[in-house]
């Protein structure tokens, strides 16, 4: 049950008559040049402004440019330590067994002991530590009587001092 009356039904009229469109002359708009201005200004005032944040955030990090050289205005490193170039040795060493027993991989400690006659003791010095084993070649290949090859990741120095060792003394390797 409603409380409130029915409404009245609405009479319909007519729509109203379309009316033409007045004649006027073109519109013309002024400033349409400035605006594309004022535009293309504030992009590239936004692009210098992330430019300049880079070049900002790249200075702070002490970073390097592409010739190696430090960027001007960096802070120095506090700890620099020089990177010795690290070069591939190939080593033959004494006992063929115990270069079977290597893998790419391994840490090895390059030992010399001075060729000397029967009898005599001999004095033994670690010529290279913690060398890693870079590349161990088939057997077939490098085993012979006086050893069997290995060759090493060591720094530049080392390669050295194991070419000297390996020319004066028998050498063998320790797993690390």
Same mark, same amino acid.
């Given at each position: 049950?409603?409380?409130?009356?029915?409404?009245?039904?609405?009479?319909?009229?007519?729509?109203?008559?379309?009316?033409?469109?007045?004649?006027?002359?073109?519109?013309r708009v002024r400033g349409g040049a400035?605006?594309?201005?004022?535009?293309?200004?504030?992009?590239?005032?936004?692009?210098?402004? =992330?430019l300049a944040m880079t070049a900002a955030a790249l200075a702070a990090s002490g970073a390097r440019g592409a010739d190696g050289a430090e960027a001007p205005g960096a802070p120095p490193q506090r700890e620099r330590r020089p990177?010795?170039?690290?070069?591939?040795?190939p080593v033959r060493i004494a006992d063929a067994a115990t270069v079977r027993l290597l893998r790419p991989g391994d840490r090895v400690d390059v030992i010399a002991a001075a060729n000397s006659?029967? =009898?005599e003791?001999?004095?033994?010095?670690?010529?290279?530590?913690?060398?890693?084993?870079?590349?161990?070649?088939?057997?077939g290949d490098s085993a012979s009587d006086s050893g069997a090859l290995v060759v090493l990741t060591v720094p530049r120095a080392t390669a050295a001092a194991l070419a000297g060792a390996g020319a004066t003394s028998r050498l063998?390797?320790?797993?690390?």
């Open positions: 049950m409603s409380l409130l009356p029915p409404l009245p039904p609405r009479p319909s009229s007519p729509a109203p008559e379309p009316l033409g469109v007045p004649p006027f002359a073109p519109l400035h605006r594309l201005r004022r535009a293309m200004l504030r992009r590239r005032r936004a692009m210098a402004a =992330g990177v010795a170039e690290m070069v591939s040795a006659p029967a =009898g003791g001999s004095a033994a010095r670690v010529v290279a530590s913690g060398a890693r084993v870079a590349e161990v070649p088939g057997m063998a390797v320790t797993v690390c």
